[in-house]
């Protein structure tokens, strides 16, 4: 049990220090330092408002969500356009929406990674089985792109990326999930149930990458932080993961019907 609460705790952090790195980068700065500080705060408290409930719900004696008062938490969705009406911001619109878009893009993976580590003791060596699915990709990709790369994807978002790589990626983990339906046993899964998951992986990954690509170019900028010296900031090793985590659940509790994690 302490094991799944850690691990619950250790992704609300990292989703955390994800809206940090986001909310510093898109939210405008451009009004009194006490609103600055306070409309960032505010970002990340809504943003990982879901996880912290789910916690609470799976592992309180007395969980809020039971006890009548959640539905007073609604009232927090006005708090982003209260607070650019005193803010004065010169973008107030962009404010609000980058708010509500650090729920959608971090908020929702970190509430899905919590009630996964959370619902059943397997959840973790799954959680743990997409990460490698993911890296599986990345790294083959990369190398399959050095070696024979030619074509390019989306030359202006990501000028590196091409599709002699992309396929060396997916194949890769596809070949991983084989691996997987031998080596996350536990997790009782079939061995096509596996490769789909590879696929979904490899696909969503790559589009997270990109997507993540498509903001930093937006931004001008190359890295999204330097929490990780020489490998930029969390968003930036965990771009592919964040985006993929939907993809995979909606594939697990709609595809495959299991619930055990949900």
Same mark, same amino acid.
């Given at each position: 049990m302490i094991a799944r609460e850690s691990a619950a705790i250790l992704y609300i952090l990292v989703g955390i220090l994800c809206l940090w790195e986001l909310t510093g980068l898109v939210l405008v700065q451009d009004s009194r330092p006490p609103y600055n500080m306070v409309r960032r705060i505010f970002a990340i408290f809504f943003g990982v408002l879901p996880s912290i409930l789910i916690f609470d719900a799976l592992k309180s004696p007395y969980p809020i969500l039971n006890s009548g008062q959640a539905h007073w938490l609604l009232l927090l969705i006005f708090v982003p356009f209260v607070l650019e009406l005193r803010a004065r911001s010169s973008k107030p619109f962009e404010n609000m929406g980058f708010t509500l878009l650090g729920l959608l893009y971090i908020g929702l993976p970190t509430a899905l990674l919590t009630t996964m580590s959370l619902q059943d003791f397997s959840g973790r060596f799954l959680i743990m089985a997409i990460m490698l699915l993911i890296w599986a990709n990345d790294v083959f990709a990369y190398f399959s792109g050095k070696l024979m790369g030619k074509n390019k994807i989306f030359p202006h978002i990501s000028p590196n990326k091409t599709w002699e790589g992309t396929i060396g990626g997916v194949v890769s983990a596809l070949l991983w999930g084989v691996v997987s339906y031998y080596m996350w046993w536990v997790v009782g899964y079939e061995l096509w149930q596996w490769v789909l998951l590879g696929a979904v992986c490899a696909v969503f990954g790559i589009i997270g990458d990109l997507i993540a %690509?498509? #903001? &930093?170019? %937006?931004?001008? @900028? &190359? =890295?999204? !932080?330097? @929490? *990780?010296? !020489?490998?930029? !900031? #969390? *968003? =930036?090793r965990f771009d592919a993961f964040i985006f993929a985590v939907p993809a995979v659940a909606f594939t697990i509790a709609f595809v495959f019907q299991d619930i055990r994690f949900f």
């Amino acid at each position: 049990m302490i094991a799944r609460e850690s691990a619950a705790i250790l992704y609300i952090l990292v989703g955390i220090l994800c809206l940090w790195e986001l909310t510093g980068l898109v939210l405008v700065q451009d009004s009194r330092p006490p609103y600055n500080m306070v409309r960032r705060i505010f970002a990340i408290f809504f943003g990982v408002l879901p996880s912290i409930l789910i916690f609470d719900a799976l592992k309180s004696p007395y969980p809020i969500l039971n006890s009548g008062q959640a539905h007073w938490l609604l009232l927090l969705i006005f708090v982003p356009f209260v607070l650019e009406l005193r803010a004065r911001s010169s973008k107030p619109f962009e404010n609000m929406g980058f708010t509500l878009l650090g729920l959608l893009y971090i908020g929702l993976p970190t509430a899905l990674l919590t009630t996964m580590s959370l619902q059943d003791f397997s959840g973790r060596f799954l959680i743990m089985a997409i990460m490698l699915l993911i890296w599986a990709n990345d790294v083959f990709a990369y190398f399959s792109g050095k070696l024979m790369g030619k074509n390019k994807i989306f030359p202006h978002i990501s000028p590196n990326k091409t599709w002699e790589g992309t396929i060396g990626g997916v194949v890769s983990a596809l070949l991983w999930g084989v691996v997987s339906y031998y080596m996350w046993w536990v997790v009782g899964y079939e061995l096509w149930q596996w490769v789909l998951l590879g696929a979904v992986c490899a696909v969503f990954g790559i589009i997270g990458d990109l997507i993540a %690509s498509m #903001l &930093k170019r %937006s931004l001008k @900028i &190359k =890295d999204t !932080g330097n @929490i *990780l010296p !020489g490998h930029g !900031g #969390l *968003l =930036d090793r965990f771009d592919a993961f964040i985006f993929a985590v939907p993809a995979v659940a909606f594939t697990i509790a709609f595809v495959f019907q299991d619930i055990r994690f949900f």
